[in-house]
């Protein structure tokens, strides 16, 4: 089995078997490499990836493409070679035959084909097992759990082998669903279109499918593929090898070696219409040269020719093959100019033909849209020059036909005359004239009813009709556009949680069938319209040979076009950053609890948000809510502003009542009274009755006014508590932070990528034992972990530092609970649910009883800040005691429910951990609030420094920043395994009096009441940094880790850890 990444065993490796038997135990007798030398090079598939891993798989005719959702390319590309063409437990000895029989020459080198009538599905089953189990030990390290998979795959794959890959998954990996998607949707939403026109150049055949707001409208299909391509090339070469054409049955050369130099050498010629779309308008200069010289440069052909050596043959021989052959060879196999139109079939069309055909049945809206979005796929689009020219070809059809769906000479013969009967109609007979008959002229002479009689012909009317401007029917435009892949498009949809085509439930297949899978609740109109259309071709299963599982089987796409729509704008985004974090709008209302809905118990204190400043300056919330991506609160300041308005009006009604209501008061006190108030003299012509019965209807009307004042007021409050905090000015605007400074020099490694495994912390601390993830997925699942040994040593000693040096700096420490009020954590900044709309926060669960008694809810804190800041909630500090520094070390909790990539593993992104929190209240004051928060930077660099750690200071921008802080700065050390080379280990923001505010904490500043300013910042992010010491302290030769010198003292005066007679975790049983 050939891989794209990574290296394979001897015994399983196709470069060993050429070169010779491998070293070891014999060939011919079965074995099993020693799980030392293998598993300890890559470390416990168990301890990296956890149950709840989104795995993508693309399956293709010649490789499978295997990744994590969320990976901006597949961690392995996997091949099939005769080797694998074997069932499993079938360890007798093979050899690799230097030359195969013609019929079975690429036959070997497949996983599946389109007939299925010389496949046996056994093997085919027993292939797929095993390459995805190579696939997930080897190269993805995960172990056999059940996990999730997405699968992307072309639509013609055939039903019984759909099924069969089904049953693979669902039977020997006990997936529990499985997300089917297809390779021209995948292809079109990698490239961040709705609609595109994708070429899968493929091995087998090439594939044109039109894909309109995601849904696949047609497939049209030709055998024109890599095999074919591959087949012509050695009919080319094989005449050139001396002494090989006489074997009938056998190939002259490898099928490896024939693609490999198919691969490196073949090319396209440019089209020949190109050079007359191109003509200068002016003659250029050229040299004197050979007629045929110029001919050849003029049409682009190179006259080299090319040495080839050839070693797969009987001898080893080198031919030589002129450069305008292989292009002709090209011409032949994907185009074919010299044959005639009408000598093909429905599935052997040239390309270019093939592709204005497909064109040609599109309705014209779809046409528009997807000839201008046209893509290009497959291994075989990665020729020179082939894109190119079917273009070309294609606008050369269009510019000579245009978009007539009938030709020919017969068509043309009757337009002209049609044309000539048209012009010669015009232009009747006089009534002199000596042509016209008798009877014509008394048919003229009779009378004729009005309304059957041609009108006249009015000159200024043809002239107003003349000088009107036309507007030309939009036909499209033909462009090409990039795609990422498929593979790229499937990770993409995984990682954004949009469902996908059909969605394969496990439990239903094994009790349904093809019948349990998920299918749309609804298909929009204008999809049924589309598939009802049969001239378009829709409702014939998309065309070809063989009919396509997504318009067959399942129905339509499964991907919601609403939901596709609301996250276009954070594709485009993904795809040009794919790893980096996604801009959704955050706090989304559908999806995510607000502050204000929380419950707050009575003896919480109330929050006090500064509405009028809101008002005052309500485009500048609007502003910082755009600039950091709070779209869905960008019009609550408008909305601050129409609420306080109705509130006014409200209270003018209001007084207006009851200045009315006074007065029926006085008049039923006192009827007899002598006032001169205009208004009492109409209240006295009133009865006792009348007065009584407008009373009780001003009462009812003024409850009713009163209400809306209070609701009023409470939606202000709550929009006003929704807003975030304001951006502090030097905080840079939009996704990109700024670089401010370095700790420390950077370190020196050796340039390779053995060095690079060696250096993830996950393989150095499962190498030296130190690290049990297999436990810790046993007893609490993925995101938990055991340290064990230095690695627990290692920990404290890294607590009690950081301790020491917040402590010498004048830090109080304090030991925090781990549990407080879930309206506590949300007045910090802290919501329950996380931008997707998941768990953020540990709730605890509540019984019936504590519920209905209004006991107020509970949770698990994240970082101690937020027990830190509740320390003082709904308390008045005094003014001589500030600032109030404190340091906390607690276990943080955090559910972390958003995708899992390579970045995050280990010990990077886990559920509990320890940390060390810095948190200080200051005087309402910028000043001083900046003095203490660069006190904050300077402990933290001194930390690090300290630490030998090689780390940059970065100045987060406005989209990073959370609800509470209006300057956030992240120190980010340098991580060996880590693809960006960076992660996250402290930061430190300042949050003005956002959080005080919100948790009532005032103080008294010279006799007036304020809020004090909050600060917070990361001492020390334990297990990052653990992760950190061992991958750049990591020493490959002597396997050790070097302990920084300022923890040596707590790790018992250690200077490494080393594997020490232990024995890894990695060859524990």
């Not at 933290?940 to 406005?958: F, H, K, N, V």
Request: proline letters at 6%; one cysteine or more; hydrophobic letters at 35%.
């Amino acid at each position: 089995m050939a891989s794209g990444a990574g290296s394979t065993l001897a015994h399983r490796s196709v470069a060993s078997i050429r070169g010779g038997p491998p070293q070891g135990p014999s060939p011919s007798t079965p074995h099993t490499p020693n799980r030392s030398s293998v598993i300890s090079s890559y470390g416990s598939p168990s301890t990296i990836r956890a149950d709840d891993e989104f795995i993508i798989v693309e399956l293709g005719s010649r490789s499978i493409r295997v990744g994590f959702a969320g990976d901006t390319s597949p961690r392995v590309v996997l091949r099939c070679s005769p080797e694998d063409q074997r069932r499993a437990g079938d360890f007798r000895g093979w050899q690799q035959p230097k030359r195969s029989p013609g019929l079975q020459w690429s036959k070997e080198h497949e996983f599946w084909r389109y007939d299925l009538r010389d496949i046996e599905l056994g093997l085919y089953q027993d292939k797929l097992e095993r390459v995805l189990h190579d696939a997930f030990s080897k190269y993805l390290l995960i172990d056999s759990r059940p996990r999730r998979l997405g699968l992307v795959l072309d639509p013609g794959v055939p039903l019984p082998l759909l099924t069969a890959t089904l049953d693979t998954l669902f039977s020997r990996f006990q997936s529990p669903t499985i997300s089917l998607m297809s390779t021209p949707s995948m292809s079109a939403i990698s490239a961040g279109v709705r609609s595109a026109l994708v070429i899968d150049m493929g091995w087998a055949e090439t594939v044109i499918t039109s894909v309109y707001e995601y849904r696949e409208v047609k497939t049209t299909r030709t055998v024109r593929g890599g095999r074919a391509l591959l087949d012509t090339f050695y009919k080319t070469i094989e005449p050139l090898i001396p002494g090989e054409h006489d074997v009938a049955k056998q190939r002259a050369l490898g099928f490896e070696e024939c693609e490999d130099i198919m691969c490196r050498l073949m090319w396209c010629k440019p089209s020949e219409f190109r050079s007359s779309q191109r003509q200068s308008t002016q003659l250029e200069t050229v040299d004197e040269q050979e007629e045929i010289e110029a001919e050849s440069a003029q049409a682009g052909v190179p006259t080299g020719v090319a040495q080839i050596p050839i070693n797969t043959s009987r001898r080893p021989v080198t031919v030589e093959l002129p450069f305008e052959k292989l292009a002709e060879v090209c011409d032949d196999t994907f185009f074919d100019p010299s044959a005639d139109r009408a000598t093909f079939d429905d599935d052997e069309l040239p390309l270019h033909l093939l592709l204005y055909r497909h064109l040609l049945q599109l309705p014209l809206d779809v046409r528009a849209i997807c000839m201008s979005r046209i893509m290009f796929t497959g291994g075989c689009s990665n020729i020179l020059g082939i894109k190119q020219r079917i273009i070309d070809d294609l606008t050369a059809i269009v510019n000579k036909r245009g978009w007539e769906p009938v030709f020919g000479k017969v068509v043309d013969k009757h337009r002209n005359s049609a044309r000539i009967h048209q012009q010669s109609s015009t232009t009747s007979p006089t009534e002199g004239s000596p042509s016209s008959s008798p009877g014509e002229a008394e048919q003229r002479k009779s009378p004729k009813n009005a309304a059957d009689s041609k009108p006249e012909h009015d000159p200024i009317e043809a002239k107003v009709v003349r000088q009107r401007a036309t507007v030309p029917q939009f036909k499209g435009q033909i462009r090409v556009i990039h795609t990422l892949g498929p593979w790229i498009g499937g990770s993409l949809l995984c990682q954004l949680k949009i469902p996908a085509m059909a969605i394969v439930d496990r439990e239903s297949w094994l009790l349904q069938g093809a019948n349990g899978a998920s299918r749309p609740s609804e298909v929009d109109f204008k999809a049924q319209h589309r598939q009802s259309v049969q001239a378009g071709g829709y409702a014939r299963g998309g065309g070809g040979h063989h009919g396509n599982w997504t318009l067959g089987v399942w129905g339509y796409l499964h991907a919601s076009y609403e939901l596709l729509t609301n996250s276009t704008s954070t594709m485009n985004r993904t795809l040009s950053r794919l790893r980096c974090r996604a801009l959704h709008p955050r706090l989304n209302p559908l999806l995510a609890r607000s502050f204000a809905d929380v419950k707050r118990p009575p003896s919480a204190p109330k929050p006090i948000v500064d509405i009028k400043h809101i008002r005052q300056h309500a485009e500048l919330y609007q502003q910082t809510c755009v600039e950091r991506n709070y779209r869905n609160q960008a019009q609550n300041p408008a909305k601050i502003l129409e609420l306080h308005a109705r509130w006014q009006d409200l209270q003018r009604q209001g007084r207006a009542l009851r200045e009315r209501s006074n007065l029926l008061r006085r008049q039923l006190a006192n009827p007899a009274t002598s006032s001169d108030d205009e208004d009492l003299k109409e209240v006295r012509q009133l009865t006792r009755e009348q007065i009584q019965e407008e009373a009780r209807q001003l009462k009812q009307d003024l409850s009713a006014i009163e209400k809306g004042e209070s609701q009023a007021v409470t939606q202000m409050e709550e929009l006003a508590l929704e807003l975030p905090n304001l951006t502090h000015p030097d905080t840079p605007k939009g996704s990109d932070f700024e670089v401010m400074s370095y700790i420390n020099d950077p370190p020196t490694f050796k340039e390779s990528p053995e060095d690079k495994i060696w250096r993830s912390h996950v393989h150095i601390g499962s190498e030296l034992g130190i690290f049990d993830f297999a436990g810790a997925a046993t007893a609490s699942g993925w995101g938990w972990y055991y340290l064990l040994g230095e690695a627990a040593q290692l920990e404290q000693a890294l607590v009690q530092y950081a301790l020491a040096v917040a402590t010498r700096h004048g830090w109080t420490q304090v030991s925090p609970p781990s549990m407080v009020y879930s309206h506590i954590g949300a007045a910090c900044g802290f919501q329950p649910r996380d931008l997707n709309g998941e768990q953020q926060v540990y709730t605890i669960a509540q019984s019936a009883e504590d519920a209905e008694r209004g006991v107020p809810e509970m949770c698990l804190t994240g970082t101690s800040e937020i027990a830190l800041a509740g320390m003082k909630a709904n308390t008045t500090l005094d003014s001589e005691d500030l600032p109030l520094k404190r340091v906390a070390v607690s276990r943080c909790y955090r559910a972390e429910a958003g995708a899992r990539g390579a970045d995050t593993k280990g010990l990077y992104r886990v559920h509990e951990f320890t940390k060390v929190e810095m948190f200080a209240w200051t005087a309402p004051d910028e000043d001083i609030a900046q003095e203490l928060f660069d006190e904050m930077l300077d402990l933290q660099t001194e930390i690090l420094s300290s630490l030998g750690l090689y780390c940059r200071i970065l100045s987060m921008p406005s989209h990073d920043l959370g609800a509470s802080a209006t300057r956030k700065i992240d120190m980010e050390a340098f991580f060996p395994s880590r693809r960006d080379n960076w992660g996250e280990v402290t930061s430190a923001s300042m949050c003005t009096d956002y959080q005080t505010r919100r948790l009532g904490t005032r103080t008294r500043i010279d006799g007036k009441l304020a809020f004090p300013w909050t600060s917070n910042g990361t001492a020390l992010a334990v297990p990052r940094v653990i992760a950190a010491i061992l991958e750049n302290g990591w020493n490959e030769e002597a396997k050790t880790v070097t302990i920084p010198e300022c923890l040596r003292s707590w790790m018992d005066g250690k200077e490494k850890i080393g594997l020490g007679g232990r024995r890894s975790s990695v060859d524990r049983v």
